[in-house]
């Protein structure tokens, strides 16, 4: 009778929805007392698309996903490393903190069910995503207690830094214009032609709808491509042709052209501090992973 049932068990084991279930689980690492299976880099993989498809799409989202996969086992690995000195220091996150990026997620859109269906997408649920959060948190908190909380910059190597690299603390050339916001094509048309003859745009906001606003930018960094390409073009004065985006119309006029000019180390350091820290932390964390390595069983199995 047993020999019956074990035969039948490894017939059971050989069908091909098991061995689809074993592509997926597929054990693909072992990080010290626990292991990284196929589906859970697979999941790994969807999660950070869903991320970056808060900023990107279509093929630009697609070659920024495949260029991280490049390292997402080694990231996965160091990740499941962090979180187990994580837990090994007993670190904790409140569910009320992991609830309240849920909701912030949530409020990019529409509908529930559309973030749903999004998350369906990605082969994911919400307990998925509150997951991740969650190992996310930890994660930030391990590293803000054993790395970031240990970065000092001191006044003297802001000093120096500024001191051996004035050039790059060249504010570039800024415009400062007022952006006038249309609805229809033939409105913005006549309003332009106005401007250019003179009229007063006070004059004008009896006779035509439009919203004002005044902004500053600086060359080749703060503006979407079309306002740049129109508003560079301008001499002091001028006023653009409409330039449709978004189903508006906007008109652009040039109020003035600050020349670029060198900050000063009090202008700078703010910058050079954030740069300095970034350069430290990512110093000390490679140096802490390296010892968590150093200590732990790792090894990664051939496909």
Do not use: H
């Not at 830094?161 to 913005?188: C, G, H, M, W």
């Not at 919203?211 to 002091?236: C, H, M, P, W, Y």
Request: charge should be neutral.
């Amino acid at each position: 009778m047993k020999r019956i049932i074990s035969s039948t068990v490894l017939a059971m084991l050989l069908l091909c929805p098991v061995r689809f279930l074993y592509a997926q689980d597929k054990i693909i690492a072992v990080v010290n007392n626990e292991i990284i299976t196929q589906k859970e880099l697979n999941d790994f993989i969807n999660f950070i698309r869903m991320q970056y498809a808060s900023q990107l799409s279509g093929k630009e989202l697609e070659e920024k996903v495949s260029a991280a996969k490049q390292g997402l086992l080694q990231r996965l690995i160091e990740d499941r490393i962090i979180l187990q000195q994580a837990k090994n220091e007993k670190i904790s996150i409140e569910p009320a903190r992991v609830k309240a990026k849920i909701y912030e997620i949530k409020k990019r859109y529409a509908l529930e069910s559309d973030f749903e269906r999004d998350l369906a997408k990605q082969g994911l649920v919400q307990a998925d995503l509150e997951n991740k959060i969650r190992e996310q948190m930890l994660t930030y908190s391990i590293i803000e207690q054993k790395v970031r909380s240990k970065i000092i910059i001191r006044p003297e190597e802001v000093t120096d830094f500024y001191n051996q690299n004035k050039r790059k603390f060249v504010k570039p050339e800024e415009r400062i214009f007022t952006v006038i916001v249309l609805q229809d094509d033939s409105t913005a048309k006549a309003l332009s032609y106005n401007l250019r003859l003179g009229e007063k745009l006070g004059d004008l906001a009896t006779r035509y709808t439009f919203t004002v606003n005044q902004l500053s930018a600086l060359e080749g960094q703060d503006l979407r491509g079309e306002i740049e390409e129109a508003v560079f073009k301008l001499g002091i004065g001028e006023i653009s042709d409409p330039v449709k985006m978004d189903n508006q119309y906007y008109i652009f006029k040039l109020d003035d052209i600050v020349g670029s000019r060198q900050l000063n180390l009090t202008q700078a350091q703010d910058k050079i501090q954030s740069y300095l820290f970034d350069i430290k932390l990512q110093e000390g964390l490679a140096k802490w992973l390296d010892e968590l390595k150093k200590q732990s069983y790792i090894k990664i199995l051939d496909n």
